[in-house]
């Protein structure tokens, strides 16, 4: 098979074979090619599949809309990656869910029915959930309604495209846990798309990576992984974290930087309900001068609540964050001086990088706000080395965040939070959204960085496994509430809560 778009050929010479009952994958870093290859045979993007194509012996190579609407709409179901954006906003998860069952024939489900399908994919108050609207569920929930309603009509075919990325560690195991029990009762043939390969061991048959539109090795998963014969899959699994790799040589730490006594964050209920949502409970932590200090936690644990609350750029009900043993007043009674201390860096690098300005001027706005004293030609050359420092040449400084790949926006967003000098990033999910490769690149400067300039740094993630590649210690978050925090290697070896115990196997 191979793939144009405009004119220009972007997946060459690929070969996917998917049999009842089986599941193949295909892994790769962001551009491989991988999603192209399995959504644009069904016309699920601007691009022209060329080759042979064939589900259950239906040509889709050249096929008229009909048989292409036949071939989406009874024979394939699809997972995808943004469960909030392939959901229709303005429709409840019941409607929904039977227009998906629809596709089987003209006959409605029944809520009792419509609820079972729901309980099959393990969300609990079926029957309330029915009534509710998208935005109302997790990430998790969300992408269990997902799953429900791609296998609503009983296809022979299931793609999932990227179904695990978006959620925490102990979800991501739940997900595929229960993509593997519906392919064993319904024999169901399953393409996933990944490229977490942590998340396909274990899950699939076949293997299939892919590189720059082009296979660059296949087979059964279990000898790909275990024998890799190409140097891309090698690095792959190299960039890919584990727990049990040789323990990281981190940078000694020194005194007490930052620390926090008992901060509790209260958001109000929203709508017409009474009351509070407590986010964060009593939690003190500290961080001491050059040390990482990773917070773990699942979805809706608290842990970005707390990160910014430290970082003053949320709310802080109660409680004090303490600098060198002074209290640090709310940010806006800070002076320019304390404001330059911690600067953030969010989880997704694009949406944090205004689309309308340079390269330069993003890099250049905390020295405008923060450093107003610097001259013009200095202020230049502060830019440049920020840009030198994580690794980028000045050519970017005239680009646009949308010409950026995600590692290099997010190389962007963490020289406009080093250029102030600051002695703490706080960086929530910095490397989540980011393939493996780009991923380990981004550990490996933010390491790189801590080294040069005796950063200290807060690391907010789900995944331990890549906290522990540049992390000293551990503080673990369920339900707002800190339940365990201790030197990294003593946790992994030995943890005591139930949170971290579920994480750790996660990972």
């Not at 809520?111 to 994919?121: D, H, I, P, T």
């Not at 392919?183 to 590189?211: K, N, T």
């Not at 210690?473 to 369920?478: K, S």
Request: a negative charge; proline letters at 5%.
């Amino acid at each position: 098979m191979a793939i144009q778009i405009d004119g220009r050929q972007l997946v060459e010479g690929v070969n996917i074979s998917v049999e009842t009952g089986k599941c193949t994958a295909i892994i790769g870093e962001s551009g491989s090619g991988k999603s192209l290859s399995c959504l644009t045979p069904f016309g699920l993007t601007p691009g022209a599949a060329l080759g042979s194509i064939k589900l259950d012996g239906i040509v889709l190579t050249g096929a008229d809309a009909d048989q292409m609407r036949k071939a989406r709409s009874q024979l394939t179901g699809f997972v995808f990656q943004q469960p909030l954006t392939a959901l229709t906003p303005h429709l409840t998860i019941g409607a929904q869910l039977q227009e998906a069952a629809a596709q089987a024939g003209p006959a409605r489900l029944s809520r009792n029915e419509l609820a079972e399908k729901l309980k099959r994919v393990g969300l609990s108050r079926a029957d309330e959930r029915l009534d509710q609207f998208p935005h109302r569920l997790s990430g998790g929930e969300r992408q269990r309604v997902m799953i429900a309603a791609a296998i609503a009509h009983r296809p022979k075919l299931l793609i999932a495209d990227e179904p695990t990325s978006a959620l925490d560690a102990s979800l991501r195991g739940e997900i595929m846990a229960l993509l593997d029990e519906l392919r064993e009762e319904q024999g169901l043939a399953m393409l996933l798309v990944s490229h977490d390969l942590a998340s396909m061991e274990g899950h699939s048959d076949d293997l299939i990576v892919m590189d720059q539109g082009r296979v660059v090795e296949s087979g059964p998963t279990a000898d790909v992984i275990a024998n890799p014969q190409k140097d891309y899959t090698k690095r792959l699994i190299a960039a890919t974290p584990h727990l049990n790799e040789p323990a990281p040589d981190l940078p000694s730490v020194g005194d007490t930087l930052m620390d926090t006594e008992a901060v509790t964050v209260q958001f109000p209920r929203p709508g017409w309900r009474r009351g509070k949502i407590l986010a964060v409970s009593d939690a003190s932590l500290m961080v001491r001068e050059g040390e990482s200090l990773a917070i773990v936690g699942g979805s809706g644990s608290g842990k970005s609540t707390l990160g910014r609350a430290i970082a003053g750029i949320g709310p802080l009900t109660s409680g004090s964050i303490n600098w060198q043993g002074e209290n640090l007043p709310e940010r806006r009674a800070r002076s320019l001086a304390m404001r330059r201390l911690i600067q953030p860096v969010f989880q997704d690098p694009v949406a944090s990088l205004d689309p309308q300005w340079k390269i330069s001027d993003i890099i250049a706005e905390p020295l405008n706000n923060l450093r107003p004293d610097i001259l013009r030609n200095e202020r230049e050359e502060m830019i440049k080395k920020a840009l030198d420092d994580v690794g980028l040449g000045i050519e970017y400084l005239t680009r646009a965040p949308t010409s950026l790949s995600g590692g290099q926006a997010q190389r962007v967003a963490i020289a406009r939070a080093i250029i102030a000098g600051p002695k703490l990033l706080v960086l929530d999910e910095a490397t989540s959204a980011l393939d493996p490769l780009v991923g380990s690149s981004i550990l490996e400067l933010l390491a790189q960085l801590q080294r040069d300039q005796g950063l200290s740094i807060i690391f907010i993630t789900h995944d331990i496994a890549s906290a522990r590649r540049i992390c000293h210690r551990i503080a673990v978050l369920d339900d707002g509430e800190i339940v365990e925090m201790d030197d990294m290697a003593a946790v992994i070896s030995n943890p005591q809560a139930e949170t971290t115990k579920k994480l750790i196997a996660a990972s």
